[in-house]
């Protein structure tokens, strides 16, 4: 069992930076990927970014790729998004997710655990 839950969102200018984490609880949080989804108002969700278990390997949306980074500490089990160069499109709330059933880390619906989200807003 894991239980997520994000912190770090807010109201920022287009241009700005906002770093997002994701604190996590249980045992297994650090065998397991995490992805970071948003899901804009009157959209569907949609995939950002995604992580391995050991960090080793990250995985990018082509529409975040070169302004978020993704990254964890096992230790502290928690995992964040920093996101650079924001535009009023990054505007969504954004959730975590853990526990990947498959190696889709792009699809949502793999993913056994979510937290309850943050709201990131960017204003043009």
């Known amino acids: 069992q894991v239980q997520l839950v994000e912190s770090g969102g807010g109201l920022v200018q287009a241009g700005d930076s906002l770093t997002l984490s994701c604190a996590a609880s249980?045992?297994?949080?650090?065998?397991?990927?995490v992805g970071w989804f948003r899901q804009a108002q009157g959209k569907e969700r949609e995939f950002a970014a995604a992580i391995s278990w050991s960090g080793g390997s990250t995985y990018y949306a082509a529409s975040v790729k070169g302004r978020f980074t993704i990254s964890r500490d096992n230790a502290k089990k928690t995992v964040t998004l920093q996101m650079n160069s924001l535009k009023p499109d990054d505007t969504a709330v954004y959730y975590c997710?853990?526990?990947?059933?498959?190696?889709?880390?792009?699809?949502?619906?793999?993913?056994?655990?979510w937290g309850q989200g943050t709201q990131v807003t960017v204003s043009s």
């Open positions: 249980g045992r297994t949080f650090s065998t397991v990927a």
């Open positions: 997710a853990a526990g990947p059933r498959d190696s889709r880390w792009h699809v949502g619906l793999v993913y056994d655990y």
